[in-house]
């Protein structure tokens, strides 16, 4: 957490809190240290004219309240997570195809729009801060809000699904538990009545859906997060290795700071970065670890060693082979 952040939460602790806030707790909160603290505050009392008092009978810092004024921070104070997240809703609704949500939608643009404007970004500014999507597929949106209307009201589903690896279309009758937006493409996970089962279905390859009168049979939180969370990569399941990854103290640099499982671990050896991930099916991990090339070596497990061998070989000869064009 930097300076911008922890002056950020600082202001949020004691704009919420009707009593003074204890160092200790102010310290534990923002994860800093006493020096640190009194600098954030110094800094917030005489460049940003917080008017945060010392109380002594609680030894606690508080807002002082003048004239029933609430102290606002000067100027645009958006964390990096909360300025993601109103581009992020700002884009996805201005992606939204005219339809039955329109009337209800109308508001909520208006409102993030009054808030960009609040914050002095109404007049074009905005457009200087980007969120740039990469490899979106088309959905068609029929299907999608039926996807969400069985998801929403607990109704069971039957599709016609073509899956990649099989390339077939097959039919299959489903109870929706999660619609998931990954990597810019939509998701949804599963109960498969078919395989008993749960599945993770692109919803781009729905290419019939047909809302069942049915409740959906309900799978617990617990068991989705299970699942679908404690693998790498969209398609999840219970991990059945974990992956050893050497990257370069080249690529080190970037991969450090990277999250690509919330169960990871990480740490420096000399100059490269070991990082090891529990996974169960390896496509998605594979994928990931052949666009760093040679800035990555896998150490374990082998069957995962050998599959990243397999596809690098795979693709060298392509360009061993005669070229005919």
């Known amino acids: 957490m930097d300076l911008f952040d922890r002056i950020f ?3 949020k602790i004691l704009n919420a809190s009707r009593y003074p806030v204890s160092r200790s707790i102010l310290e534990q909160r923002l994860e800093c240290s006493r020096a640190t603290l009194t600098r954030i505050i110094f800094k917030m009392r005489n460049y940003l004219g917080a008017p945060i008092k010392f109380d002594l009978n609680t030894s606690g810092y508080q807002y002082e309240k003048i004239a029933g004024q609430t102290y606002e921070l000067p100027g645009l104070w958006f ?8 581009l992020a809703v700002q884009r996805l609704l201005e992606q939204v195809q005219p339809g ?5 939608i109308a508001p909520l643009k208006e409102r993030i729009a009054r808030i960009l ?3 002095h970004l109404g007049s074009g500014e905005i457009e200087r801060v980007r969120i740039l999507g990469m490899a979106a ?3 068609d949106p029929k299907n999608f809000r039926l996807a969400a209307e069985a998801v929403l009201l607990r109704k069971r589903m039957n599709v016609l699904y073509h899956g990649r690896n099989s390339n077939q279309i097959t039919e299959r009758k489903i109870s929706p538990q999660r619609l998931v937006h990954y990597r810019d493409n939509w998701y949804l996970d599963v109960w498969d009545h078919d395989k ?3 599945r993770s279905f692109s919803v781009d390859r729905i290419k019939q859906a047909r809302v069942v009168n049915k409740a959906a049979k309900t799978i617990p939180d617990k068991d989705l997060d299970k699942h679908f969370a404690s693998s790498y990569g969209i398609f999840g399941g219970t991990p059945k290795h974990k992956a050893i990854l050497r990257f370069s103290a080249e690529r080190a640099r970037w ?3 990277e999250e690509w499982h919330p169960k990871q671990e990480g740490c420096y050896e000399g100059d490269c970065y070991m990082l090891r991930i529990p996974y169960a099916a390896s496509r998605e991990l594979v994928m990931d670890i052949l666009k760093h090339g040679p800035e990555v070596k896998v150490l374990g497990p082998d069957c995962l060693r050998a599959e990243v061998q397999a596809q690098l070989a795979k693709a060298l000869r392509q360009y061993q082979a005669p070229d005919k064009r």
């Open 196 to 198: 008993r089962n749960l």
């Open 255 to 257: 991969v450090a700071d």
């Open 79 to 86: 964390n990096a997570s909360e300025l993601h997240a109103l």
């Open 100 to 104: 039955l949500l329109e009337t209800h």
């Open 9 to 11: 939460q600082l202001h």
């Open 137 to 139: 597929r088309r959905v």
């Open 117 to 119: 404007q609040s914050r």
